[in-house]
């Protein structure tokens, strides 16, 4: 069972709109709304791994969009639609957003339109020179997280491997 996530700022505090792209027959709105945020997040923070995706218009995906009261886009989880399941690709949060509920919308969005939500683990937006050992314990924090939201390691999965955990953690939440 699936937690509530919390968020720091209550309903009148909001600084942010969360709202649903894509009706799953493209997903070229949802990759440009990610590419979009990746691409400031670069110009922002040059010295940290953000990158953008290759875009494809042949999976009918969804996208869950976040952004501030002037329009900038904050926060972006898209993935491929299959009926009431979901294969997440990017979940990203500004950083300066981060702990402050955009996440906690998000994922309550796509709970309340999805079945089965799976996704890879893996941590992106560090420093270009981190060590392993950091990026290990970030990969632990980014597997707690999922796992305190009602995500559980998907060991049946073909791309699980416990002994190259940085490359991803395949997770799966059903309801």
């Known amino acids: 069972m699936r937690e509530n996530i ?4 209550n309903e009148t505090e909001k600084q942010f709109e969360v709202q649903r792209f894509n009706d799953g027959n493209s997903s070229l709105e949802g990759y440009s709304v990610y590419g979009e945020l990746m691409r400031r997040l670069h110009k922002e923070h040059p010295d940290m791994d953000y990158f953008v995706g290759e875009l494809r218009d042949d999976v009918p995906a969804v996208a869950y969009v976040a952004h501030d009261l002037k ?3 904050i926060g972006v989880l898209n993935g491929e639609k299959k009926n009431k399941d979901l294969e997440v690709f990017w979940f990203v949060i500004d950083p300066e957003y981060q702990n402050s509920g955009v996440a906690k919308e998000l994922w309550d969005m796509v709970f309340s339109d999805f079945d089965n939500i799976r996704l ?6 560090s420093k270009n020179d981190a060590t392993e050992k950091y990026l290990m314990r970030r990969q632990n924090a980014l ?5 305190r939201i ?3 390691i998907d060991e049946e999965s073909p791309f699980y491997s416990p002994k190259n955990l940085l490359a991803g ?7």
């Open 6 to 9: 919390e968020g720091k700022l």
């Open 150 to 152: 009602g995500f559980k």
């Open 169 to 175: 953690v395949p997770m799966i939440c059903k309801k």
């Open 143 to 147: 597997v707690r997280y999922y796992e």
């Open 71 to 73: 329009n900038e886009i």
């Open 120 to 125: 890879v683990a893996s941590v992106f937006g």
